[in-house]
């Protein structure tokens, strides 16, 4: 008889924090990049980030 395989403790893995993280840094640095270039060409921003 085989042994049956362990129930994770937690639902999520390492992997998928270490993805979520890089991309809520990616979309933060988008936010403030494209907000410098409206300023710059002397636009009113109304930026809103999708999560």
Do not use: C, D, W
């Not at 840094?25 to 270039?37: C, G, H, N, Q």
């Amino acid at each position: 008889m085989t042994p049956q395989p362990r129930k994770p403790q937690k639902n999520t893995a390492f992997s998928v924090h270490f993805i979520i993280k890089g991309a809520e840094k990616r979309r933060t640095m988008a936010y403030a990049k494209a907000k410098i270039l409206q300023n710059e060409l002397g636009v009113t921003p109304h930026l809103v980030s999708v999560k």
